[in-house]
């Protein structure tokens, strides 16, 4: 009995529950209990203010179904979902290729343009910095009286281009999609620089000596190569997008532009509905939910060795 | 292999569970039930020394917003509190809800809060939820200084008013008081040898007298368009009477159709058009804004009268700050030429769930005498909602100016409530459309078809709770 080989298995699934109860405990009750609360409150009139609330079904869901301004919201965010992580992949991407392979080839191996050391710290910098400091300083940047953006256009002959808002108008969605891709490309340029110097040089002498040029050797070999880390790096700066609450709050004006999170905020600390912000909550919960399914879903294929 | 293919299924199990720590739901969440455990203090004996019964052992907890006005002149009442009753704990902080709102759900609140700033609970809220006292016996209690009149003789008008919604109740008091109006330089104006504009022609030809000395007629906070809202609310009352204002307060159907709001939108509207506007005015704070006022770019700005404590450090010497009354439009004006939006503000309340609101009422009641009130002044340079407590100040230039204009108002004061009962309206939608009609990117038509829009979704929102003018 002891020593069947059914008995040792549950053994060892005894032993790893055992191991890991108390931790996922504490998940539990600190993390999966309060989403699923926030499902319960988001079906509540609750204002945020006092324990009372009337439970309400779904009204709050057939209320968001009708909200022009979260749907603006939701579309805002899906459009930085969408572009921000296309932009700033592919910049990383260059900026790590360029760093790791784009310098002059010296017969045998690869290496990065001159001075690829510095790039890569400097490159870091805006990661060192807080979200909330950055948005502050770009705000500077977009002010139209005093900003260097202005002044900026005005120096090139540009004049036609300058704006007397960028936060408060159209633009303002653009402006924080600069903003994001800014702050993030820094991080993208060091993950994949990572990631291509695992790649054995060997491979790229052997492309070369086959007379692929660089744009060759990027897309048959890094790009391939490196596929695990950019889907990964994908799903985080998609839902580092998804947010941009930080950004929208401390730099658009309150008559401007909202995303998801930001509206979300709105409604329950200056508004004091904190159960139709739940509810806004729970379909962000969902949207990102989606987001990162398809993200795993697309593009799995065979992981390479080497 | 197979422990290997074990810990491997493990890992995918709890990385879906991980899914689940997506940001921004559970904030929310943990955080709506629980409990006070202080009892209320009982109620003393009430002489006419103390007319609340206050419990002179009984500590008083007070939370003041740490905001332009600080928190000295508090103190200071404090002080006086505390050699007659129990001690006093004071708390400053700028984070009122963040700090404040845990405590009113527990129904465990401080005694007396300062519901200031940009972080202030939606007091509407909290009436709904019964969790506000009603201040009416305060203001039907014997003042500090003369124990034959009552509070509610010695105040300013329009402070009772600011602190009803809808009823006979007066849930909170707003302490400060503010003029809000058109702020210039009484330099600038000698400057270009131009008198304060009162018809709106006058207005566009000292804004052409300006233009030709390389100088803006007007700048503005385009960030926060709703300081336009300090200027135009009074415009419109009066090109076309009060009753106006108090229809678009009510959210009465096509209330923002009204000629007179018409001729506001388009009076306002030509400034931009006339080029009178200082660039890069849509997308400045109201601290940009100010600077440039102050550096005298620009003659006007639409503003209240904290404006002169909070630029006071760009301020030069001889700028010698003023406030009018928004200019008129012209002759057929319905209200007079010195009608003004004045308005206390600052708002202070009394939770319902106070462990001790007698020491709280206490607590307005000294904050409403004289000598406290002249205190405030004197921190803060701003006016108080008491009668007459500045009279005999030395007063800076901007707030012996706004005090004049509050005075020669008289009767003609305006309060519009949209403000305080439907924020969102008010700075998001009506903001949002002056601020694009000022951009230039709409006409005034528009910006009004917007404003009503907007007046009619939140007549027919149920989640916000509607008040009428008593």
Redesign the interface.
Known sequence: MRYDRRYR?LD??RF?VWFLSLPLLV?GLF??S??L??FF?SMT?????????NFVGFDNYE?MWNDDKFWDAARNSVLLLVIAPLITLAMGLFFAYMLSAGGRSRGHGVSGVAGSKLYKIVYFFPQVLSLAIIAVIWARI?????GAL?AGLETVGLDSWT???????SWAIWCVLVVLCWSFVGFYVVLFSAAMSAIPTEIYEAARLDGAGRSVTFFRITFPLTWETVRTGWIYMG?QAL?A?ALVNVMV????MDVL?SY?F?K???????G???TI??A??LI??LF?AVMMRLGRRERIEF | MRSNLNRRSLLTRSAAAGLFTVPAVGALAGCASGGGDDGPVERGEETDDNPFGVDPEAELEVVIFDGGFGDQYALDAEEIYQATYGSVQHDKTQEIASRLQPRMVQADPPDVINNGGADAMDIAALIRNDQVLDLNELLDAPSLDDPNVTIRDTLMPSTVEMGQFGSQEVWRLNYAFTVYGQWYSRTALDRLGVEYPRTWDEMLAVCEAAKREGMAGWTYAGQYPYYFNFTLYPFIAKIGGADVMRAIDNLEPNAWRHDAVKSAFEAYHELAARGYVLRGSPGMTHEESQDEWNEYRALFIPNGSWVENESRRNTPEDFDMAVGPPTGLDSSDAMPFETLWASAGEPFFIPADAANPHGGLEFLRIMLGQASARNFTELVSSLTCVRGAADDLDLPPGLASAKEAFEAAGDSLIVPRLPDWYKQLNNEEVGGAIATMMAGDIDPEEAINRCQRAADATAQDDSIQKFQHV
Not at chain 1, 163 to 169: A, F, M, T, V
Not at chain 1, 268 to 274: G, L
């Open positions: 298995k060892q699934y790893i998940y993390v999966v309060p989403f609360q926030a409150y009139d609750w204002t945020g203010y006092s324990s009372d609330y209320r977009y002010s139209p009286r005093s202005n704006r007397e808002d960028w936060l408060g108008s839902i947010d609450f004006p309150e008559h401007g999170p979300l709105e329950s600390f200056r508004d004091a509905q904190a139709y912000a739940t909550g729970v962000l919960f990102t939910l990162a």
